[in-house]
């Protein structure tokens, strides 16, 4: 996809420290690279492997992970969960089942809201995903403090590890950049268009339609431009929308385009 | 993962019509069987393909949707982008970048929002996504109602189409189940412990600490005593986890456990 020429500044501007993800055993290089690549997405960059079944480094995570080497370049890999989260200061372990632990069970909307309440404190938090099998063992929940789960279908409840970690990092940075969007509808290429614009429109339709007799019977004629005026105020015009329309009327009424001071060319752009 | 023995009823309780995804011919096979899977994840099950470029069925697809047969058994194939969506009533265009175009731009949880109000009138909805390359093109985006994009950082904003569908499809399920998860902390298994439960095991603890003159100077006591509280009353004990404490208190305190009319047997397990 092609570079987004207008990035708001307002979606870089994240102080929040981003958690950690951290893979429990691994048995695919192509799951590393494909979670690694849905971190870099939303702005997360440090992974940590916990015992890769098939070794470290892998060229196959690095082709998964499409050019999200400044993810892959940093990976730590650990032999023990222990010694993977001894650094961090909260962890939630993410699960796809009903595990009988007495600890708090989020969405990963609500995680997100206290990791990054953590990560603006620069506290350190991570993310325990398990292994593609049959997730994380007991005693890997254990250390967790709390429990995150995705809100899935109960009858298709099985998420590719990627698919977890994505979930989570979408969570975490709508949450952190108070879901602020790499891109918005440009209200300066597109302002609206003030009401006396509006207005001065529904009265050429009118005296248009007026011409034509399209009121018919007369006294239905407040009513139906009542109706007229109300699908057009649902489209929430701009200023250029205005003036195409009134294009369209003029064409319409078959009379030539009225010689204005300025922008005379847009009056039937569309 | 294994099944999930203990399914809340309330996570399974969606009204809202669920939407179309609608993928814009699609080069890999792999792409729509993750995506299939992807929806399956979430509850959604009306997949469209427009012109897919090795052709329809694809074993290749089948295979990477895991087990999401229900999705790929109803697929539908169309020529043009229009037939696919003719009968929808509603439709978003998913961009990663800015579109010269005056429609609103949403992200996929003020998106799901819209689509769920419609869904719950059984309006159809669907979400157009573009190719592996270039997105959908301006005349596709123009088919839509809004725009949707996500909340990506804005340095690696290039998503695999599986991705994005994912993540649309996880805000309308967390949308139109309201946060519904499959499983939660099971209260009737783990029943919060009462005050006096959680006051009697204090005083039992001070009484011990009392015992080995653990409060020194004398008039820190009070002190103290308020800190050592506030530690455990962080924890929300349960019923079960109040009794685990006061064994672990009687054994440090060399004493031996003392005899009660009933659970006897709980007052030391962990």
């Known amino acids: 996809m092609s570079k987004n020429a207008k990035i708001r500044e307002e979606a870089r501007a994240i102080t929040a420290r981003p958690p950690a993800v951290i893979l429990c055993e691994p048995q695919l290089g192509e799951n590393i690279g494909t979670a690694a690549r ?33 993810v892959i370049d940093r990976v730590q890999v650990f032999e023990t969960t ?45 993310y325990l995903f398990g292994r593609e099998r049959w997730g994380l063992n007991n005693e890997e929940v254990a250390l967790a403090d709390e429990i995150v789960t995705l809100p899935v279908d109960p009858d298709f409840a099985s998420l590719n590890i990627a698919q977890a970690v994505l ?34 429109m529904f009265e050429h339709l009118e005296r248009s339609l007026d011409d034509v007799s399209f009121f018919r019977p007369p006294e239905r004629r407040p009513h139906m431009v009542r109706n007229l005026r109300n699908i057009f105020q649902k489209a929430e015009l701009s200023q250029q929308e205005v003036r195409t329309l009134r294009g369209v009327i003029a064409a319409l009424e078959r009379r030539e385009t009225r010689p204005r001071k300025s922008r005379d060319s847009d009056e039937t752009e569309t």
Chains 1, 2 share one sequence.
């Open 38 to 70: 849905a971190m870099a997405n939303f702005g997360l960059v440090d992974l940590r492997i916990v015992n890769p079944r098939d070794g470290w480094p892998s060229e196959k995570a690095r082709a998964a992970a499409s050019r999200a080497d400044h």
């Open 82 to 126: 222990e010694a993977a989260i001894a650094d961090l200061n909260f962890v939630y372990a993410t699960t796809a089942r009903s595990r009988e632990v007495p600890k708090p069970v989020r969405g990963p909307d609500e995680a997100a809201i206290k990791a990054v309440e953590l990560g603006e404190r620069q506290h350190g938090v991570g």
């Open 167 to 200: 979930v989570c990092a979408y969570e975490w940075r709508n949450t952190a950049s108070r879901g602020e969007l790499p891109f918005l509808l440009s209200e300066e290429e597109h302002p609206p268009a003030s009401k006396d614009d509006i207005l001065r």
